[in-house]
Each structure stands twice: as C-alpha cells, then as structure tokens.
C-alpha cells in the first residue's frame, strides 16, 4: 500500500528553538496533507490542511504564524514548529491522499508521526 | 467541539469473543467514516471504511455498521485476538477530506 515518511520520529529541542518536521509521500503524489496533533489520551486534532502550491487552511484555534506549513511539492510537506515552548510537546502526524485516486471515499495514508519534547 | 464521540475510552475482551467499538458524531453533514488502529508512538493504520450510502460493510473479520438516523455507527470485530489490542479511533469526514477522530477506545483482548 501507499507509504507516507514522516521525520524525524522523535526530537527533543530547547524552548525558544524551532523545529522542523518533514512528511513525504514515497509512491504517491499527494496534493492535499494533513497534520493532525495528538495529546496523550486524547484524540487525534486536526491542525491544518496543507495544499501544495498554496497557503495551508489552519483549524480554529491553531497559530498559523506559530506552526508554519510549506507544501513545496506534490510529494513533500513540512511543518515548522517556530519558538516551541514546553507546551507545544506532543505526538505530531500528518497524512495524506492519493491524488491520482480522486478525492472521494478513499482513505488517507498517515505517517509514523513526531514526538516532539521542548526542554 | 468534538464532532465524532467515543464514549468508552477502553474494551476488554476474551479471545474469540466479539469485540464491538462505538462511535456517534454529530454533524449530519459527515458522509465517509473510518476506523483506524493506533499502536503507541506509531501513526494510526487503516482498518475499514464505509460511506454514508452504505449501512454495513464487512471485511473479513472487521465489519462496520452505520446508523445514520442515530448518527452512530460501530466497528464489529470476531472473533477477537490478542494481536487487536490497540486503540482504535473512528474518524468522519465530509466528501472525503480533512478527518475529524473520535477520542479513541483502548481494546484490550484477553487471551
């Protein structure tokens, strides 16, 4: 099946620092991704939508100017996490859909997901 | 605003019995639903699907029922082995796009 890449798997980085986190689509070209961040116990909550070639629609409540989403190419999407404090530590994952299998009643592929720990 | 509820956050379930996750969202609007399966510190994995225009769809020991009227819907699994303990979200969707998940339920099947 379709495989999503997603890096690094675990990072810890001191508050005040940015942290970048990558997500690729290996066999599949991507048009639409998704990062989702998840709390310990809780669900998985949808941040942003990221479209390649253009801005990145953010869920209310998420800091654009804070996590930055750059969706360069059909096959590659990053997220930047900017001046991480403590509590943005959590479980980051994104995902993403074949584009070349339409855009309806298809399930997308997720990555391995981030662990990110601010010091 | 959780849109998609799993009420029962863990599941225990003898070997070989049926296990049966529950899910009810609130947005009429959702139209595609997955179950996903989450080990820890890994990203969730595919289980099953079902659109809104079905009301069951079986995949080999994993089935999903849909109750639109109720706006639930619930992922059977039997018989039930240890290998399934894990936590299991159901996630909505409208036309496919961006997923709204449930909370998750933690299955635990006892051998």
């Known amino acids: 099946g379709a495989v999503v890449s997603q890096h690094p798997s675990w990072v810890i980085c001191k508050s005040g620092t940015s942290v970048k986190i990558e997500c690729r689509s290996l066999?599949?070209?991507?048009?639409?991704m998704f990062w989702y961040r998840q709390f310990p116990k809780q669900s998985l909550m949808l941040m942003a939508t990221s479209n390649e070639g253009s801005k990145a629609t953010y869920e209310q409540g998420v800091e654009k100017d804070k996590f930055l989403i750059n969706h360069a190419s059909l096959t590659l999407s990053t997220l930047t996490v900017t001046s991480a404090h403590p509590e943005d530590s959590s479980f980051y994952i994104c995902s993403a859909r074949d584009r070349g299998s339409g855009f309806v009643n298809t399930e997308a592929f997720f990555g391995q997901g981030t662990r990110l720990t601010v010091v | 605003d959780q849109q998609v509820k799993q009420n029962s956050p863990s599941l225990s379930v003898q070997e070989g019995r049926i296990s049966i996750l529950n899910c009810d969202y609130t947005?009429?609007?959702?139209?595609?639903f997955l179950w996903y399966k989450k080990y820890p510190a890994e990203g969730p994995t595919f289980l099953i699907s079902?659109?809104?225009?079905?009301d069951k769809n079986e995949d080999g020991r994993f089935t999903v029922f849909l109750n639109k009227s109720a706006k639930h819907l619930s992922l059977h699994i039997v018989p039930s082995q240890p290998g399934d303990s894990a936590v299991y979200f159901c996630a909505a969707s409208i036309t496919g796009n961006q997923f709204y998940f449930g909370t998750g339920t933690s299955l635990t099947v006892i051998p």
């Open positions: 066999d599949f070209q991507a048009t639409t």
């Open positions: 947005n009429s609007m959702f139209d595609y």
């Open positions: 079902i659109s809104s225009i079905k």
